[in-house]
Nanobody
Framework: QVQLVESGGGLVQPGGSLRLSCAAS????????MGWYRQGPGNQRELVAL???????NYAGSVKGRFTISRDNAKNTVYLQMNSLKSEDTAVYYC?????WGQGTQVTVSS
């Protein structure tokens, strides 16, 4: 199994931006799908974005046009660029790959 470590969360004002990183413990070159999920207060964990080995992406409707997922195979890292953040984006964000999950990073959007 691959170990995943998220970073980049924090407190940001509405309309602001954050970039989350997910560092893998081994090469991600052969991992097909990698993704970001989130779980807000009182909510179930939900898909935010997925990226496949060939670079194809898929987004939740609520983040489409604001978030961008990318992967750097050379650095074994997946990123989530989040722009135009809203209060409803407040959640713990989790990275997933190869049936493994990271520990999560808190994103809080508040004025």
């Amino acid at each position: 199994q691959v170990q995943l470590v998220e970073s980049g969360g924090g407190l940001v004002q509405p309309g602001g931006s954050l970039r989350l990183s997910c560092a893998a413990s081994r090469s991600i070159f052969r991992i097909n799908a990698m993704g970001w999920y989130r779980q807000g207060p009182g909510n179930q964990r939900e898909l935010v974005a997925l990226i496949t080995r060939d670079g194809s992406t898929n987004y939740a409707g609520s983040v489409k046009g604001r978030f961008t997922i990318s992967r750097d195979n050379a650095k074994n890292t997946v990123y989530l660029q989040m722009n135009s953040l809203k209060s409803e984006d407040t959640a713990v964000y989790y990275c997933t790959a190869d049936l493994s999950w990271g520990q999560g990073t808190q994103v809080t959007v508040s004025s």
